[in-house]
């Protein structure tokens, strides 16, 4: 008896923990090893940290904003700023219908969005750069798509410059150096852009009102980032920013959520869902009838009668029999190894045609305790995999495969 009530009892404390821990607000947080993200936490080069720490020091009062927007459409302050940034080689939060309306409206109420960052490349940013009145055509993408292998690869970065639009004598004879650049697409009819800053091919910073509010958009975030942030005039065009009406804003949020630094409310969120309501109420019906299973029993308790089962070993030495009188080695290697493959190109972001020397570079870079990838392909891809692999090379080969799945997984 005594037995049965520690059990319930530590069950039941059990669950009251995993509830505590479960309603406790949690951030999530992005991969820290994600150089490229344009985030205020992020150091590297493509980050924004420098920024936000240099607006820190000048007494700016700028916060990081780390709630889903639904809350920021619920904010009382007006007049503040909103940095929203994006990096085409880092991974990001998709922004939805509901949470662009959310983002609008808040513009609409008087606040200010500056837009920084290559949007144009995917589905949501283009839904939102359409919304704003811009027209990402396909020739636009067509003409300013390029290749970024330099830049993953760790090379220096294409630089351009951009002078200021005529008519802004606040910041006649500056100038602003950045990463490639490319021009705002065309404006839809109807749509009011005032250009801000040129570039040789077209306007590179501009400006428009949205409700009693304005948004400012760029297609790059490297204006800020870490690397060019103190180069010529960028910290004073950021600081001209920051005034939109000609008075600085009461407040700066730079947007980590969609960067994945978000702190939510899990329960919150979840209980919204019809189908997590059944669950949970599953859940409970189950933990009822497990505490009434728990009281005391009447009559003898019969044991379990288990059935004799071959064991692990036996079954794996007679699959390997199989096996070897098949002669089907080589052919199970080969599908390792394209099973292997394809892993690594989700695994890196790679397209399905890249090189197994760009997949070895890359690999190399990231965990360079894995056996070399190229050296392994070879033996798949030349001429002496079509003969098969010599008996104490595949299973050496199979080895190194499953290495190396069991790490990027």
Not at 149 to 156: M, R, T, V, W, Y
Not at 203 to 209: D, V
Not at 299 to 322: D, N
Not at 358 to 365: D, E, H, Y
Request: proline share 7%; with cysteine.
């Amino acid at each position: 008896m005594k037995r049965k009530t520690y059990s319930r009892g530590l069950l039941a404390a059990l669950l009251i923990a995993l509830l505590v821990v479960y309603l406790l607000p949690s951030p999530r947080q992005q991969d820290a090893s994600d150089g490229w993200q344009a985030s205020s936490f992020n150091p590297a080069p493509g980050g924004t940290k420098a920024v936000y720490l240099a607006l820190k020091e000048l007494d700016w009062p700028v916060e990081r904003w780390r709630l889903p927007w639904r809350q920021l459409a619920e904010e009382d302050r007006t007049g503040g700023l909103l940095v929203l940034t994006r990096q085409p080689l880092a991974s990001h939060r998709d922004i939805s219908p509901q949470e662009q309306t959310l983002l609008l409206e808040w513009v609409g109420r008087g606040n200010h969005l500056l837009l920084l960052g290559e949007f144009w490349e995917d589905d949501d940013g283009r839904r939102l750069l359409g919304e704003l009145g811009l027209d990402v055509t396909d020739a636009y993408q067509e003409t300013f798509e390029y290749d970024r292998s330099a830049e993953i690869l760790g090379f220096k970065r294409d630089e351009q410059e951009l002078r200021p639009a005529a008519g802004l004598p606040a910041v006649a004879g500056r100038k602003l150096v950045s990463a490639r650049c490319p021009p705002l697409p065309a404006t839809r009819p109807g749509t009011e852009l005032t250009p801000l800053w040129k570039l040789p091919n077209g306007t590179g910073i501009a400006r428009r009102s949205w409700g009693d509010g304005t948004v400012t958009l760029s297609m790059t975030s490297s204006l800020i980032d870490n690397e060019y942030v103190a180069r010529a005039d960028n910290l004073e065009f950021l600081l001209w920013l920051l005034q939109p009406q000609g008075r600085p804003v009461p407040f700066v949020l730079f947007d980590e959520t969609r960067h994945g630094f978000i702190v939510h409310y899990p329960v919150g969120q979840l209980l919204e869902v019809p189908a997590v309501r059944m669950i949970g109420a599953l859940i409970v019906l189950g933990l009822i009838l497990f505490l009434v299973s728990q009281r005391p029993r009447w009559g003898q308790i019969i044991p379990l009668q288990r059935q004799a089962t071959r064991s692990t070993r036996e079954f794996v030495a007679s699959m390997a029999k199989l096996y070897r009188r098949a002669d089907l080695r080589n052919a199970t290697v080969k599908f390792l190894f394209d099973q292997t493959h394809q892993m690594l190109l989700r695994y890196l972001e790679l397209p399905r045609h890249a090189s197994h020397a760009l997949i070895a570079q890359r690999l190399a870079a990231l965990h360079p305790e894995l056996p070399k990838w190229k050296k392994l392909a070879v033996r798949f891809d030349g001429d002496k995999f079509t003969h098969g692999l010599p008996p104490n090379s595949w299973l050496k080969a199979s080895q190194q495969l499953i290495q190396i799945q069991h790490t990027i997984s």
